[in-house]
């Protein structure tokens, strides 16, 4: 008798508990909509960690990544989606583990994840990404070859975003692929110092207000007078 008391309260046990499983998961479900419509990132962020515990799935942990990542919040995307290069991630996962990894300055993790994008969906944005990583880890031959494989790829419109002044400002892809490339020239011969300038003067001629372009031409300009000290 106490045998089938024990077993009636423990499958009641787990019937309640998996009611209040089901409307807690609809009540987070509708809480998840209502944050999207009025714009809460963070409400957003609070029902989809919620509905994951509740209820994991690869989906709404890719898309819980993605909105930390969205909102600058790169260490808590990559501690929810991890670090690690996996060929059986989603292209959001990818992207997110690229974006969060080369914005906490991790060059040589980031270039594994945009290089998997890359084979899966070439295209001239993700050359560009890869010559920049590549330039920080000193692979100057592979950064040119992306440079290259970008400018023949250009399509008209294309743009892309700088934020090293207070103010964020684009330019088009063209001008800032030719600034890499003036970048890599340099760094491939330094002696062709005027080669560089000429090839960022390019650049400029593009987007006369393309600040990264200007301070980079003044850099290689003072070196210039430099290297003409020292001969003295």
């Known amino acids: ?53 509740i209820s994991p799935t690869v989906q709404r942990r890719d898309t819980l990544a993605y909105v930390y990542a969205n909102n600058n919040q790169h260490i808590q995307a990559l501690n929810t989606i991890g670090i690690e290069k996996n060929e059986a991630d989603s292209d959001l996962a990818v992207q997110v583990k690229a974006i969060s ?18 084979q899966r969906s070439p295209n001239a944005y993700l050359a560009y990404e890869l010559a920049d990583l590549k330039i920080q880890t000193g692979d100057n031959e592979g950064a040119m070859a992306n440079i290259e494989y970008a400018l023949s790829n250009l399509q008209e419109g294309m743009t892309y975003a700088f934020y090293e002044r207070q103010q964020p400002y684009e330019v088009s892809l063209n001008a800032a692929l030719l600034h890499l490339k003036g970048l890599v020239q340099y760094r491939m011969d330094p002696k062709n110092i005027e080669l560089a300038i000429a090839t960022i003067d390019e650049a400029l001629a593009l987007d006369p ?8 031409k003044q850099a290689l300009e003072s070196r210039i007078g430099t290297e003409e000290e020292e001969k003295k």
Do not use: C, W
């Open 209 to 216: 207000n393309f600040n990264l372009a200007s301070l980079s």
């Open 101 to 118: 990894l080369k914005a906490i300055n991790q060059p040589k993790r980031a270039l594994e994840q945009f290089e998997v994008l890359n």
């Open 1 to 53: 008798m106490r045998t089938r008391i024990l077993i009636l309260l423990l499958i009641s046990v787990s019937y309640s508990f998996g009611q209040n499983t089901t409307d807690l998961k609809s009540h987070y479900e509708a809480f998840y909509k209502q944050m999207k419509a009025q714009g809460d990132v963070n409400g957003v962020i609070h029902a989809l960690t919620h509905l994951h515990v």
